[in-house]
């Protein structure tokens, strides 16, 4: 529950804020009209905090989202959309890291960052796991490989198979196809009754993804560890994850080895319009 309050000095009722309410529970009303709560609108706000947002004149706040919490936006400082176009385009996933550690203070900036991103009904379920031990990221390598065995032992000599026997051999050899020696692993994790967060997660791990190219970090999706997750208690047992929560899927960051000059090529995309 939440209480709306308006600045009667400051506004000047262009309605914007009723428009922008994804609830759609903001309405204008007599005296003024200034903008007020729909019968029962405090208990079903979302506190996404568009009303707060959108208002140019900083006439709206949330008791719960107060005013001097909600930083300006400055346009002159946002990337034009080349840089945007470009920076999107020229993202890598990094398989081949530096034998360095990535500060903590970055890993929680990154994480701080990444908070900001949609999620279903404003829910911000999403939680995460920091791995900062590169010993405890190999630890973890370890045990996919052990479940990459226990599904060959069950499976037939296929096409399908030969992949995992090849990461399996990898991995006796002294070479990690799994996390690809990253020194950190991201996990995130939700309540596994949300039936939103899976796709909170995925835009959640998308932004942090972004976020740390960035700043000049590597990353790439952990989908033999998400699996491994998924499938072998013993992983589950290792992660150590609140109660009655799910991996909802991985990252390996790091600093990048290598420098890409270049833009590799991609489909076209499948489109059909109506």
């Not at 829910?123 to 599904?151: F, H, N, T």
């Not at 596994?192 to 899976?198: F, G, I, K, T």
Request: charged residues 20%.
């Amino acid at each position: 529950m939440s209480e709306l309050i308006v600045d009667r000095e400051k506004c000047n009722i262009c309605g914007m804020c009723v428009l922008e309410c994804p609830a759609t529970i903001i309405q204008l009303a007599e005296p003024g009209p200034f903008p007020c709560w729909v019968e029962g609108g405090e208990e079903m706000c979302i506190l996404c905090g568009h009303c707060v947002g959108v208002c140019p004149l900083g006439a709206i706040e949330l008791d719960t989202m107060k005013l001097q919490d909600c930083p300006p936006v400055n346009r002159a400082d946002l990337p034009s959309a080349e840089q945007v176009e470009l920076f999107i385009r020229s993202r890598r996933s990094i398989r081949a890291y530096k034998d360095q550690r990535v500060p903590n203070e970055v890993l929680a900036k990154l994480i701080d960052i990444t908070r900001h991103a949609p999620s279903g009904s404003n829910s911000q379920s999403v939680q995460w796991l920091v791995i900062e031990d590169p010993a405890e990221v190999k630890r973890l390598s370890g045990l996919v490989v052990d479940w990459m065995r226990s599904m060959l032992a069950g499976l037939p000599a296929t096409p399908d198979s030969y992949r995992l026997d090849r990461i399996a051999e990898a991995w006796d050899a002294g070479i990690d196809v799994v996390m690809r020696d990253a020194p950190h692993l991201i996990v995130a994790h939700a309540p596994a009754e949300d039936v939103m967060a899976q796709s909170s997660a995925t835009i959640a791990l998308t932004t942090l993804e972004l976020a740390a190219y960035s700043q000049g970090l590597g990353t790439c999706w952990a989908g033999f560890f998400y699996m491994a997750a998924m499938m072998h208690p013993p992983m589950m047992e290792a992660l150590q994850l609140p109660e009655g929560n799910a991996v909802l899927g991985g990252m390996m960051l790091g600093y990048p080895k290598h420098k890409f000059s270049r833009v590799p090529v991609r489909n076209e995309a499948k489109v059909i319009w109506r």
